[in-house]
């Protein structure tokens, strides 16, 4: 059985940073998809980010390019999303997925995530 556990949230001021983790069990694959999503009270989920874990692909929102970074640590199975110049509208619960059946090139924030972590608290306020 697959399972995700995400970490590193918390209360930061604008302009702060925050490093979030995906820990991942239970895959067995060497190559899949895993992305970044999150989702603020009254909104609808939003995909921020993807990374094909055993290649080289990567996938931001326009709302986070620039600013958000996903990465991995294979020896440690864990994913990733460090988070610069926070903003109050990055205020939501941040969710990481995971799916060995998606194809590098298919590995985006629109594709089926069949595997999903139980969220972690990011709040951006004065």
């Known amino acids: 059985q697959v399972q995700l556990v995400e970490s590193g949230g918390g209360s930061v001021q604008p302009g702060g940073s925050l490093r979030l983790s995906c820990a991942a069990s239970?895959?067995?694959?060497?190559?899949?998809?895993m992305g970044w999503f999150r989702q603020a009270p009254g909104k609808e989920r939003e995909g921020i980010a993807t990374?094909?874990?055993?290649?080289?692909?990567?996938y931001y929102a326009d709302s986070v390019k620039g600013r958000f970074t996903i990465s991995q640590d294979n020896a440690k199975n864990t994913a990733y999303l460090q988070m610069n110049s926070l903003k109050p509208e990055d205020t939501a619960m941040y969710y990481c997925a995971a799916d060995p059946g998606i194809r590098g090139w298919l590995c985006d924030t629109s594709a089926g995530f069949g595997h999903w972590g139980q969220g972690t608290q990011v709040t951006v306020s004065s």
């Open positions: 239970g895959i067995t694959a060497s190559s899949y998809c």
């Open positions: 990374i094909f874990i055993g290649g080289s692909s990567t």
